[in-house]
């Protein structure tokens, strides 16, 4: 039997999300369930792998199936796709498994003609109506399969307003849009060289095609890239018989969220537009009105609306994001999904279904997107700051937060600007799926339309970003670069704030302060805690770090990177002396220098973690990191250093490595200078006996020796530090006990893992250069052209932002079996920047590690991902 590819809504469930996509298999399950939505079918998320494995063509296999369904979807509802009587139109949009808002494509009102048209305005009795669907389908169709730029038929409709003198679509006459869809097929044969097409089903292909092909759109490639959306799961493609707001005053359509989707307060939130199509909603072009309104203008609708809002939040158990449409009075639904909303909004409803009752404590942590806590964390405006700076404008509190930068006019100066350094606020009149790489480089979005459900308020929630939207006062000029307000101009060069809270726009750059985290975020936490088992330490290399990290939760530290004490004014000079020693003798007057400033450090960080555990790794980088480059620099600290220049010259030209991060560091420099490892030994030791005979506590230090790939090298820095540490211990008098682990970074360190474990009381797994040496490329440099990588679909992700599971992983779980297998209680972790991505801490957990190390403001992030990684997959306890 042959693969199936299409298939009816009625043929499917929410259970086949892989396979009909989100949407489809949303679309499938409000139809068991009784929602009135249009018929229609879904070809497969597995028909789009198929077209691009078959170098982008849709094989006749596929096209005869799509067709046949289309023969069942006439008799469903009893119309004729393309026929001389009651015309079927079907709107074709994409539906992938994850939820991707605005960055594929859409066409509606498909199956119009110069024949069916004519029909549809005799049947209907409405002949404006008609004409108005045909000349929106002429410039999506051109838009989205022929790739006509939109703007250009755009230009024709206002060109035929201002002919006409009306200001709104609305205004044309039946007469005025026959007239335009003519302007519309002139245009589109002379960029295209061929007629608008006049058969349906060629129609229905072309755009099916363009839904596939718009998976591999840049803006969808960015945003797949984003949120981690692998390019192989594809996208399906919905197929729904069309239904129309825009049949006048008692028609209409609008865009639902069952809770507020940037507080989260228990309120449907709704917008709608009569007289109008779905896309005018979301476009911003016109300002729609909030769904109160409805029940004034037809109460019997408004009440039939939110008993179905709330039937598919329960069913569902999450915030719904639905779109609807009235024809002529009659409710229908177009689709459900859980909604995009800020991590504010998140975190009350999480907090609040559980509360109803509509949730476990385990369902509610899976609805908050760990990525979107890093937007609690961040700092907003100083409220003293702000009374300072003038309020220029106020729009709608699109998505929230606080953000300040200078003015960028366009996506790409955006971009640009912020690969140059600058901070930029967007500035648009309204934005769209191809502004997509300008709102992530933007601090924070402005529009000048737009309302809450519009492109730039969804997509800006989604990513986290401040976003205030319809601020109608503003008027932007995006040629001449200029925002004018009040008659003030302002340019490029010009600072605003946003508030994505309250909508206000300040003239100027506005302070910011740390935000207050408590309330719904100590509840929603507090259940991350309880549920999880792997634990959640920080990267930190000094005292206000930890402390940072212990206000987020941290458990520990997992790193502290010990040569980033010596770059400080007061260290480096020393440290510099310590490196142009010519002998053990010098070198050591040099780290006596050190010891006090490296042993205060330890004991800092060790009281800001208040008794937590604290991994310290000894010196990793090479040597001349620490040394000049500029000439300049050079003779000034060849004289403070009382050497000659030539001399100095011949240290650095002797420390120079044609591959530094595989050359003369981590513990090959104990290996060279026991020294070293004595002195940062000493400092641990001492540090670490002083803080628990001050504060009364039980630190166990950790020591981390760095690069180990030879368990003789382990056990021979091993020896240094248990020889300084037993002294020290012994001549103070004092019971501390600590460990020495190793920070597993290298290939040949996983194979071996069984041998180096012998002498290891810890892995510390440093997925940073394990990824780096496991691909064989430097991580620094990888940049320049991993981008032709993402563009050629060699990589979906950045193997340094997502651990690469089928080969890094593989070592990880190598080291994990061969040192567990020596060692049943061998401590195991990971310190790399891995270890605040929510998908590797799934992986992480899913392998049995301890604990998971990242930067302080990651805290929360990786603290709730062990804990949905606990609840997909349970440990046993």
Not at 116 to 130: D, H, I, Q, W, Y
Not at 343 to 348: I, K, T, V
Not at 367 to 375: A, C, G, N
Request: aromatic share 8%.
């Amino acid at each position: 039997m042959s693969k199936k590819y299409v298939y009816l809504f009625s043929e499917g469930d929410a259970t086949m999300k892989n396979l009909l996509g989100g949407k489809g298999a949303n679309l499938a399950e409000m139809t068991n369930i009784g929602i009135p939505i249009p018929a229609g079918f879904v070809v497969t998320t597995e028909a789009c792998n198929k077209y691009y494995d078959d170098n982008k063509v849709i094989t006749q296999e596929v096209i005869d199936e799509i067709h046949a369904t289309m023969d069942k979807l006439e008799e469903i509802t009893g119309k004729s796709f393309g026929g001389n009587e009651n015309p079927l139109l079907v709107s074709v949009r994409s539906g992938a498994r994850a939820s991707m808002p605005g960055m594929m494509d859409t066409v509606l009102n498909l199956g119009l003609t110069d024949k069916t048209v004519e029909v549809l305005a005799k049947e209907t009795g409405n002949e404006r109506f008609a004409y108005d669907s045909y000349r929106r389908f002429i410039m999506m169709f051109a838009d989205v399969v022929i790739e006509i730029p939109k703007h250009e038929f755009e230009e024709v409709l206002h060109a035929m307003k201002e002919e006409k003198g009306v200001e709104l679509d609305t205004q044309l006459t039946a007469e005025d849009l026959k007239e335009l869809v003519l302007k519309f097929k002139e245009l589109y044969k002379s960029k295209h060289g061929e007629d608008f097409p006049q058969d349906a089903r060629e129609q229905l292909i072309e755009a099916v095609t363009a839904v596939f092909r718009s998976w591999d759109n840049p803006r969808a490639n960015v945003y797949r890239r984003m949120n981690d959306i692998p390019s192989r799961w594809g996208t399906a493609v919905n197929v729904q018989e069309m239904v129309f707001g825009n049949k006048g005053e008692t028609s209409g359509s609008g865009v639902a969220f069952s809770r507020n989707p940037a507080t989260g307060e228990k309120k449907i939130f709704a917008e709608y537009l009569m007289n109008a199509q779905g896309e005018d909603v979301v476009a911003g072009i016109r300002t729609p009105q909030p769904i109160e309104e409805l029940d004034k203008q037809m109460p019997e609708t408004y009440k039939e609306f939110v008993d179905i809002v709330n039937k598919l939040e329960n069913h569902y158990h999450d915030m719904q994001d639905m779109e609807f449409t009235i024809e002529e009075g009659k409710l229908y639904f177009l689709q459900t999904r859980n909604g995009k909303r800020t991590a504010q909004a998140a975190l009350r409803i999480a907090v609040e279904m559980e509360q109803e009752g509509l949730v476990s404590k385990e369902q509610a942590i899976l609805m908050m997107d760990p990525k979107q806590l890093d937007t609690l964390l961040h700092p907003a405006f100083d409220a003293e700051e702000m009374k300072k700076h003038e309020v220029v404008a106020t729009g709608l509190p699109a998505s929230p937060g606080a953000a300040t930068g200078k003015i960028a006019f366009s996506a790409l100066e955006a971009k640009e600007r912020n690969e140059a350094g600058e901070k930029v606020i967007l500035v648009r009149q309204e934005t769209s799926p191809e502004d997509i790489e300008g709102m992530i480089a933007a601090e924070g979005i402005l529009t000048v339309r737009g309302g809450m459900t519009s492109h730039a308020a969804v997509v800006a929630r989604g990513m986290g970003a401040c976003c205030v939207a319809g601020a109608g006062s503003i008027k932007v000029d995006e040629k001449k670069k200029t925002m004018t307000v009040n008659g003030k101009v302002y340019s490029s060069d010009d600072y605003i704030s946003l508030d994505g809270s309250t909508g206000n726009v300040y003239e100027g750059k506005i302070e910011t302060v740390e935000p207050e985290i408590s309330g719904h975020f100590g509840t929603f936490m507090s259940w991350a805690d309880e549920i999880r088992s792997l634990k959640v330490r920080t990267n930190a290399d000094t005292p206000h770090d930890a402390a940072q990290a212990v206000k987020f939760g941290a458990e520990g530290i997992g790193l502290t990177r010990t040569e980033h004490m010596f770059f400080a004014e007061d260290r480096i000079f020393p440290m510099r002396q310590m490196i142009v020693a010519r002998t053990e003798e010098a070198r050591r007057t040099a780290l006596e220098k050190l010891l006090p400033m490296q042993k205060s450090d330890f004991k800092g960080i060790y009281k800001a973690m208040e008794g937590h555990p604290v991994t310290i790794r000894f010196l990793d980088p090479p040597l001349h990191e620490f040394l000049p480059t500029q000439a300049k620099e050079i003779e000034e600290l060849a004289a403070e250093l009382k050497i000659s220049v030539d001399e100095l010259n011949g240290v650095i030209t002797d420390l120079h490595e044609f591959n530094p991060m595989m050359g003369h560091r981590g513990c090959r420099l104990a290996v060279s200078y026991p020294e070293i490892a004595e002195m940062q030994t000493r400092a641990v030791i001492e540090a670490a006996i002083e803080v628990n005979e001050e504060m009364g506590w039980n630190i166990v230090p950790e020591i981390m020796i760095p690069l180990v790939g030879e368990v003789n090298e382990l056990k021979f820095v091993k020896s240094i530090v248990k020889k300084t540490a037993d002294a020290i211990i012994a001549e103070r008098g004092s019971d501390l006990t600590y460990l020495v682990g190793t920070m597993i970074e290298i290939p040949r360190a996983c194979v071996t893992a069984d041998e180096i474990a012998k002498e290891a009381d810890f892995f510390s797994f440093g997925t940073n250069d394990l990824t780096q040496m496991s691909f064989g490329f430097s991580r620094d440099d990888a940049g320049t052209f991993l981008k032709h990588y993402y563009e050629k679909k060699i990589y979906d992700f950045d193997p340094f932002a997502k651990l690469d599971q089928t080969g890094v992983g593989e070592f990880v779980k190598i080291a994990v079996e061969k040192g567990r297998g020596v060692k049943n209680a061998l401590k195991l972790g990971v310190c790399g920047e891995h270890g605040g991505d929510p998908s590797s801490v799934n992986f992480f957990h899913d392998n049995g590690l301890d604990y998971v190390s990242c930067s302080p403001f990651r805290v929360p992030v990786a603290r709730l991902a062990a804990a949905q990684a606990e609840v997909r997959n349970p440990r046993k306890k």
